[in-house]
Structures are given as structure tokens and as C-alpha cells.
């Protein structure tokens, strides 16, 4: 299989498969969260402001996200680069507030029975893909292709929630890593397998998107990983007090 690093072929030839990755992106994160709003809203204890903030932080993300692939497909290229400083901003803000607000809803729901300090693992590892990737995908603005698949894979690390929700109405909870890696990671990972297989039958596959993808797994196993390890609770328990006694 040949790894391309840059396209040799039209950018165009990329823009109506790139609809179709983000479409499965939203209806995985839409439906999943849709489905759990009136619980997400009657949350006891009650979900911290912090969170209602991040939550429309990010639906205002996803609404970025898809007007700046929606301006590449109409040809407004110049108007797709002037948004995306803007789309960066935002980003930062997003990753700011996502990690506010997890912290503080993990610190309100310390005592919860059935809530587990151990969690923050998987939520701190959705968002260190995301700001690594994204981040990366800015900088490689000028290799269009590149770009526009490392962006859609910064964007598969914050798709764990929404899939996760939407299990939720059919399986309990899995006990097992294997079973826990499947319930969080199996949507965002159906995608990129997807664009692979796509990219691979085009012979369009890119360094950057393997190198990408290779680091998304990796920072899912790890956390996993985390999730199931017992030096790991204790740990986590004691950063979620100390934020805690912040009140924030």
C-alpha cells in the first residue's frame, strides 16, 4: 500500500466522500446525546453550569465544523480560510471548557454511587486526541488533503460520548477492557476504518491520516488501560477532591 504525503490527485476529487465522513460523524454525536437530553437535564445531582457551557460551546463546534466543509464544497475556499483562524480560537476554547467541565462534574458527583473516579481517563484521553490532532490539522492547513483528514480524525476522539450514550439504550455498561473499548471507541473507529478502506481501494491512503489514526488508538488503549488500572482510582480520586475544594 502506498503512503502518500501529500495528494496527487484533484482536491476536489476528495470534497463529496469528506460529506459523507462528517455526516456519520454528526449522526453518531447527535443522535447519541439526543436521546440522553432529558437525562442530561435531569441529572441528580444536577450537572454543573460549567457543563451547559461547554455543551453549547461544542454544539456551536459542530456547527463551525460543518459550515467550513460545506464552504470548500461550494468553492468559497477564501471564506473556508478566514473562518478557519476563527474555528482554531474556538477550539482552544472548546478544550478549555471540556476539561473545566469534566472536572467539575466528576467533583459533584464524587460520592454518586455507581460513578468511579476512574472514569476521568476516558474523557482526559477523548480530549488529549482532540487538542493533539486538531492542533496538528491547523498546521497542516497547506496540504489540503492531509488537513482535511486529520481534522476529521481530531474530530472522531470527541465522538466517544455521543456513541457511548447511544449503547447506553441497548447494553449495560461492559466489565471488561475489551468490552469497555468497544462501548466507547467502536463508532469513531467504524469511520476511520471506513475512510482507510476508501482511501485504500482510491489509492489515496496518506502518512499522515495512518500516523493520526495509529495515535488515536493509541491514546484509547491507554486510557482503557487506565480505566481498569488500580494504582489509577486512587489517583484520580485525588485530583477530582483537589479540584473540588476549588468550588469550581
Request: hydrophobic share 55%; charged share 15%.
Given at each position: 500500500m502506498q503512503l502518500h504525503t501529500r495528494a496527487t490527485w484533484s482536491a476536489r476529487q476528495?470534497?463529496?466522500?469528506?460529506?459523507?465522513?462528517?455526516?456519520?460523524?454528526?449522526?453518531?454525536?447527535?443522535?447519541?446525546?439526543?436521546?440522553?437530553?432529558?437525562?442530561?437535564?435531569?441529572?441528580?445531582?444536577?450537572?454543573?453550569?460549567?457543563?451547559?457551557?461547554?455543551?453549547?460551546?461544542?454544539?456551536?463546534?459542530?456547527?463551525?465544523?460543518?459550515?467550513?466543509?460545506?464552504?470548500?464544497?461550494?468553492?468559497?475556499v477564501k471564506l473556508h480560510r478566514k473562518l478557519g483562524w476563527f474555528a482554531a480560537g474556538w477550539a482552544v476554547l472548546l478544550i478549555f471548557f471540556a476539561a473545566w467541565g469534566e472536572l467539575s462534574w466528576e467533583a459533584t458527583n464524587l460520592h454518586t454511587p455507581g460513578v468511579t473516579p476512574a472514569f476521568l481517563a476516558i474523557p482526559l484521553g477523548n480530549l488529549l486526541g482532540f487538542t493533539v490532532l486538531i492542533t496538528w490539522g491547523i498546521l497542516l492547513r497547506k496540504n489540503v488533503a492531509a488537513h482535511r483528514r486529520v481534522i476529521l480524525l481530531a474530530n472522531l476522539s470527541i465522538a466517544t460520548a455521543g456513541f457511548a450514550r447511544l449503547l447506553e439504550l441497548f447494553i449495560n455498561h461492559p466489565k471488561s477492557p475489551g468490552g469497555s473499548f468497544f462501548f466507547y471507541y467502536s463508532g469513531a473507529l467504524f469511520i476511520a476504518v471506513l475512510m482507510l478502506l476508501w482511501d485504500w481501494m482510491k489509492n489515496r491512503v496518506m502518512q499522515q491520516f495512518v500516523i493520526g489514526a495509529a495515535f488515536l488508538v493509541a491514546v484509547q488503549v491507554v486510557s482503557i488501560s487506565l480505566f481498569y488500572n488500580p494504582a489509577w482510582k486512587p489517583l484520580a480520586g485525588a485530583v477530582i477532591q483537589a479540584w473540588a475544594k476549588l468550588n469550581l
Open positions: 476528495d470534497r463529496r466522500i469528506t460529506l459523507l465522513w462528517l455526516g456519520l460523524f454528526l449522526a453518531i454525536v447527535l443522535i447519541g446525546f439526543g436521546f440522553d437530553f432529558t437525562n442530561y437535564l435531569h441529572e441528580t445531582p444536577a450537572v454543573p453550569k460549567v457543563v451547559h457551557v461547554h455543551a453549547a460551546l461544542t454544539t456551536i463546534w459542530l456547527l463551525i465544523l460543518t459550515t467550513q466543509v460545506l464552504l470548500v464544497e461550494l468553492d468559497n
